[in-house]
């Protein structure tokens, strides 16, 4: 080797390198002895201890890469976690807390000094107070700790490291490559069976759990593939790449026979007009109006008896059947949310100031069930919850929790809707539209299933939080005064 190689090689290099030798050692001798394969998985840590030490930067963006890619694994019954992700962020954590520590004096809080800040941290707070009036506390316990890991690799992790037009462009690309990878795979492998609706899942093995985390997050992402495509001149490569993508996403979303990402679309084709009109704070309130209108009308003298699962309740095999069953209240799937939603409806009057607790619903929801709304997929076997994450706020944070999350989720709207029409700049101005109609996605998804907690949902959810302030603060040249 070249001496002026060998001058450059500084003494902490040296150390990592025989270190890391020393690790695949002695981690392949401990799977020999034990003859188990969980060690062999240890050396994959230490490039985010190196990086942890010379540049955690790369840390935060390689956990962006790898969520379209993230896997589930189960440790044990009652355990999952996703890898890689969920070990990243955990480490990505203890990295932000160092460095916050270290940087105390150089922080900037103003950054909290927010509504939406506010508020978020009056949700955190409030589940931390749930936590500890729970009926199951070390569910609970294993819920905060979750949140605050998603809090700081999502939210604080993306304040800290995206600041300008050029991170924002750095953060699509990250996520598009491995997104549009899995997508492709996706569509390939359900081609082989004529896109039914029996192989979707099978087609998505191993990045996503069900077809409904894969759409969600299609739906989710898509605003920003738009977005993209202004980036670009008509006759570039890129723009024709990123148009291809508009249709192959809308393919994708189309096959994957998810009603809530169906329903996400029209929602946001709707949101982009409303924001441009400045009816978001309408929109809120009517939206508020219309859910307490159909509450009232399902529960009165019990009408939605009417609606109790029969011989034609059954499972759908396709698109058509399954759009006139959703319509006719013959479809399986459908008549198991309503069971879930009565069941959280009762638990909600039994427990309504502090709830049952995060992580409450499911060890509790089957004595409040109706059980003449059972069907044959009534035994959960994979403990999933209401499928509705307003609901599941409410069984298991109470009123007070589910009032401080809807205030969460309207200011965001109120305060991005504001920022739209004041951004005298054109880009971001799209910018923003494309961080609205990402969370108008994710709370459309909210209404049917209880993905925040899934690292390739929930992630966006902090990000899209995170998104909007940091345009506020870091782009105030740009924001008319008033």
């Not at 990505?92 to 809080?109: A, C, G, P, S, W």
């Not at 699509?172 to 039914?196: D, K, Q, R, S």
């Not at 939080?465 to 924001?479: M, Q």
């Amino acid at each position: 080797m070249d001496k002026a190689i060998l001058n450059k090689t500084t003494n902490l290099e040296t150390i990592l390198f025989y270190g890391f030798g020393l690790l695949v050692i002695a981690c392949t001798l401990l799977s020999y002895i034990f003859q188990t394969k969980i060690f062999l998985a240890f050396p994959a840590l230490f490039p985010l201890v190196y990086f942890a030490i010379t540049d955690f930067r790369k840390i935060y963006f390689a956990l962006l890469f790898l969520l379209p890619l993230s896997l589930e694994y189960q440790v044990t019954e009652s355990l999952g976690t996703d890898l890689p992700t969920e070990p990243l962020m955990l480490g990505l954590m203890f990295v932000l807390l160092f460095y916050f520590i270290k940087n105390i004096q150089r922080i900037d809080f103003s950054f909290f000094k927010n509504s939406i800040m506010i508020l978020l941290i009056v949700h955190f707070f409030w589940i931390g107070i749930t936590s500890f009036t729970s009926l199951t506390p070390l569910l609970s316990f294993k819920f905060i700790l979750a949140k605050t890991w998603y809090i700081f690799a999502f939210l604080l992790a993306t304040a800290v490291f995206i600041k300008s037009k050029n991170d924002i462009k750095k953060f699509f690309w990250i996520i598009y490559i491995p997104l549009t990878f899995t997508v492709i795979w996706a569509l390939f492998w359900h081609g082989l069976t004529n896109f039914h609706f029996d192989t979707i899942n099978n087609s998505l093995t191993p990045f996503y759990r069900n077809h409904v985390v894969y759409a969600n997050l299609l739906t989710v992402f898509l605003p920003f593939v738009f977005l993209a495509r202004n980036w670009y001149l008509p006759a570039s490569t890129k723009r024709r790449l990123l148009n291809m993508s508009v249709i192959i996403y809308l393919a994708a979303i189309y096959f994957a026979y998810t009603r809530a990402s169906y329903l996400a679309l029209f929602a946001m084709f709707l949101v982009y007009f409303i924001v441009n009109f400045k009816m978001i704070k309408l929109t809120i309130f009517a939206s508020i109006l219309a859910i307490i209108g159909v509450f009232s009308f399902i529960t009165h003298n019990n009408y939605y008896l009417k609606y109790s699962p029969t011989v034609k309740t059954v499972s759908h095999h396709d698109l058509s059947g399954i759009i006139d069953a959703t319509l006719k209240g013959t479809d399986v799937s459908s008549m198991e949310r309503i069971y879930r939603w009565i069941a959280a409806i009762h638990m909600a009057n039994d427990r309504p100031i502090t709830g049952f607790g995060p992580n409450g619903f499911v060890p509790n929801y089957e004595n409040y069930t109706v059980f003449i709304f059972e069907t044959w997929i009534s035994e959960n076997p994979e403990r999933s919850g209401v499928h509705n994450y307003f609901l599941m706020t409410l069984v298991e944070q109470g009123v007070i929790g589910l009032i401080i999350f809807f205030s969460l989720i309207a200011v965001f709207f109120i305060f991005s809707e504001n920022l739209f029409h004041k951004i005298k700049d054109k880009e971001l101005q799209k910018t923003i539209k494309a961080i609205i109609l990402s969370m108008t996605a994710i709370v459309v998804s909210c209404l049917f299933s209880d993905l925040l907690e899934v690292d390739k949902i929930g992630s966006f959810f902090f990000i899209m939080l995170a998104f909007i302030v940091i345009i506020s603060r870091n782009f105030k040249p740009f924001i008319k005064e008033k």
